[in-house]
């Protein structure tokens, strides 16, 4: 069964500083990696989806890498602005075909302060 | 983009009363639609995926008869709680694919409150 972990659980920085947040999976038989960004109360919103062939994606400030063998991915955002607040979410598609079940971490709540 | 709305976006019942959930995609059809449930701070689990005009799978642990599924047509999908409970008390979110390109989309949510 797939496991998806996400570290730090929260994370606090003040305006301007470059991050990383962590996502580790147990089964690195996957078909893509997604993250999400999610506000208080709300749906969630694609920010990168990184296919397993690929190494990383970028949009932006957001790069996110995979390294599908040792079951990582980071998420790099740099220059944080207090926008970028939000619950940040990994998520990993199983198996070899688009149609696998997409197995989500626990997130990553950032705040970002003026 | 690829839209989809939920409706409606709150809702407050007694327990014991049924509660429908609405999910459209707007501007595409899906072929598939996914039902997720969230706990506060805690990550999506999936309940449920529905293919249009069969019935739905259900994830292990998942009651069908108090979450009932119906995916009537390629732009509309429906959760029913049945005879909801507290514990039933959750952040409901559905999700859509498109036939095209296989990819999946969000709604925002239904905050569903049983008193």
């Known amino acids: 069964k797939q496991e998806v972990t996400q570290i730090p659980a929260a994370l606090s920085v003040p305006e301007g500083e470059n991050l990383v947040l962590n996502c580790s999976f147990t089964d690195s038989a996957i078909y893509n990696l997604q993250w999400f960004r999610q506000d208080p109360g709300k749906g969630l919103t694609s920010l990168l989806l990184?296919?397993?062939?690929?190494r990383e994606q970028t949009s932006g400030r957001l790069n996110a890498s995979l390294d599908k063998s040792s079951g990582r991915s980071t998420l790099y955002i740099a220059a944080s602005q207090p926008g970028d607040s939000a619950t940040y979410l990994c998520a990993v598609r199983a198996g070899g075909t688009s149609y696998g079940k997409l197995t989500f971490g626990q997130g990553t709540i950032l705040t970002v302060h003026p | 983009g690829a839209v989809v709305s939920q409706h409606p976006s709150r809702v407050i019942c007694k327990s014991g009363t049924s509660v429908k959930i609405e999910c459209r995609s707007l501007d595409f059809q899906a072929t598939t639609m996914f039902w997720y449930r969230q706990f506060p701070k805690q990550s999506l689990m999936l309940m449920a995926t529905s293919n249009e005009g069969s019935k739905a799978t259900y994830e292990q642990g998942v009651e069908k008869d108090k979450f009932l599924i119906n995916h009537a047509s390629l732009t509309l999908s429906t959760l029913t709680v049945t005879s909801a409970h507290p514990e039933d008390s959750s952040f409901y979110i559905c999700?859509?694919?498109?036939?095209?390109?296989?990819?999946?989309?969000f709604g925002p949510g239904t905050r569903l409150t049983v008193l």
């Open positions: 999700s859509a694919r498109t036939f095209l390109t296989n990819e999946q989309f």
């Open positions: 990184i296919q397993s062939s690929q």
